[in-house]
C-alpha cells in the first residue's frame, strides 16, 4: 500500500498550490480520502475530506471557500486544489485513506511540506 502526495513547495501569500495523493495497492474507489495538516508544534487536523465516491465534500473552518478537494477514482488520485493561501497554512499535509466505521482501515501518505511566505 502506497499513499505518495506530491505538489507541495514555497509560495508567497495569495498564491495557489494543488497538491497530489497517488494511491496504490487497495482498492482506491472503496476509501473515503482525507487531507490533514500538521503545523510545528501544533496537533495534525483535518484539513479537507471527500467521500468515496466523490459525492460529499467537508472542509475545516479555516480552510473554508479556499480550498477544494476532488479525486479522479480512475487514476486513483486525490487533490487539494488550495487558493488564496495564508502563512498559517504552512504545514505538512498528508494524504488520508479511511475505510469503515466500527472496524477501519486507514492507510496515510508521508506528506509533503507546504510554506507560505514572502
Known amino acids: 500500500v502506497q499513499l505518495v502526495e506530491s505538489g507541495g513547495g514555497l509560495v508567497q501569500p495569495g498564491g495557489s498550490l494543488r497538491l497530489s495523493c497517488a494511491a496504490s495497492g487497495f482498492t482506491f474507489s472503496r476509501y473515503h480520502m482525507n487531507w490533514y495538516r500538521q503545523a510545528p508544534g501544533k496537533e495534525r487536523e483535518l484539513v479537507a475530506a471527500i467521500t468515496d465516491a466523490g459525492g460529499r465534500t467537508n472542509y475545516a473552518d479555516s480552510v473554508k471557500g479556499r480550498f477544494t478537494i476532488s479525486r479522479d477514482n480512475t487514476k486513483n488520485t486525490v487533490y487539494l486544489q488550495m487558493n488564496s493561501l495564508k502563512p498559517e497554512d504552512t504545514a505538512v499535509y498528508y494524504c488520508?485513506?479511511?475505510?469503515?466505521?466500527?472496524?477501519?482501515?486507514?492507510?496515510w501518505g508521508q506528506g509533503t511540506q507546504v510554506t507560505v511566505s514572502s
Open positions: 488520508n485513506a479511511l475505510r469503515g466505521v466500527v472496524v477501519t482501515q486507514e492507510y
